[in-house]
């Protein structure tokens, strides 16, 4: 059974940075492309970056430059870093990796940037 348990949100000043880390199990973390999500209050959840098992990764126009995208695959977890967050960064954020045909959620975690 896949369990993705993300961590590493608070609530931070515009300007700030956090770091996200979802550790996942279940899987050999290795061999899948791994993602984060964002989903705000009355928006659709929407892609933030996603790396693939070689490293290569991408990222939505708005966090380009900002985020950073990483994994250690012999710790089975995936990073977000963000730096310079702004207020619309406000969101739950959500780890996910596909198995197969099946999408797998973590419970996602709060990030609030506010002053």
């Known amino acids: 059974q896949v369990q993705l348990v993300e961590s590493g949100g608070g609530l931070v000043q515009p300007g700030g940075s956090l770091r996200l880390s979802c550790a996942a199990s279940?899987?050999?973390?290795?061999?899948?492309?791994m993602g984060w999500y964002r989903q705000a209050p009355g928006k659709q959840r929407e892609l933030v970056a996603a790396i693939l098992r070689g490293g290569i990764s991408n990222y939505a126009d708005s966090v380009q430059g900002r985020f950073a995208i990483s994994r250690d695959n012999a710790k089975n977890t995936v990073y977000l870093q963000m730096n310079s967050l702004k207020p619309e960064d406000t969101a739950k954020y959500y780890c996910n990796t596909a198995v197969g045909s099946k999408l797998n959620w973590g419970q996602g975690t709060q990030v609030t940037v506010s002053s």
């Open positions: 279940g899987i050999t973390f290795s061999i899948y492309s």
